[in-house]
């Protein structure tokens, strides 16, 4: 069965630390990886993908996310935390064999403490 | 604006009501979704739609139905609510060259 794993529930970080949420998927076929942001009491926000091309990729608010085949991870990291960076974090999967549907992770709750 | 917009955005219900939430979206895109998100769950998908024509069930339909009365529309049903469909749900928006999905903000719903 196709699946993705965020294995930790919450992340707790320091102002001004590098962050890292984790992401790893077991997918049939090429797959297309995105991350979500979910500030409380609001909508998911799109933060970047991967389709194809360089591994790094960036998106918003200073993220970015580096696409490992070979350990079928998509981690999200940035290199300075910011308090407004708390927030659920989501990775999301979709494959051909997935009818281009995405799989969602359970999500991470990620917290910047001053 | 808003893109994409839900209603009610919070709604209480007894158990055995019947029960419609309503997306409407400005983005112009042909595909639309609607997911229930729980603690730990991450989201789930219920239904789907490609086109006004082209209506999917997701991962977890039972119990619910959908309506896409137009491009712009597509409505969530409860027909019979019961206390575990308690949950956040979701509109989503995509295009046809299926890019990422746009959320709305939202409908909580708890069933008594």
């Known amino acids: 069965a196709q699946s993705v794993a965020q294995p930790e529930d919450q992340v707790n970080v320091a102002e001004g630390n590098p962050l890292t949420v984790k992401c790893t998927y077991s997918?049939?076929?090429?797959?297309?990886l995105f991350w979500y942001v979910q500030y409380p009491n609001r909508g998911l926000q799109f933060l970047l993908k991967?389709?194809?091309?360089d591994n790094l990729v960036k998106g918003s608010y200073g993220f970015e996310a580096e696409f490992n085949k070979s350990q079928t991870s998509f981690h999200l990291k940035k290199p300075s935390a910011l308090v407004s960076d708390s927030a659920l974090y989501f990775c999301?999967?979709?494959?051909?064999?997935?009818?281009?549907?995405?799989?969602w992770g359970a999500g991470t709750k990620l917290i910047i403490k001053p | 604006d808003a893109d994409v917009t839900q209603t009610p955005r919070n709604r209480i219900t007894k158990t055995g009501k019947r029960i419609m939430l309503e997306c409407s979206q400005t983005k112009g895109h042909d595909r639309m979704y609607w997911y229930r998100q729980d603690p730990g769950l991450g989201l789930r998908l219920i239904y789907y739609?490609?086109?006004?024509?082209?209506?999917n069930k997701g991962e977890i339909s039972d119990g619910y139905s959908v309506s896409r009365q137009a491009q712009a529309k597509f409505s969530l049903s409860l027909e019979s609510a019961i206390p575990n469909q308690t949950a956040l749900y979701f509109c989503a928006t995509s295009d046809l060259l299926l890019n990422e999905q746009f959320f709305g903000p939202g409908t909580r719903l708890t069933v008594l």
């Open positions: 997918v049939s076929g090429n797959p297309y």
């Open positions: 991967y389709i194809t091309g």
């Open positions: 999301a999967v979709r494959t051909m064999d997935s009818n281009y549907q995405l799989i």
């Open positions: 739609s490609f086109d006004v024509k082209d209506i």
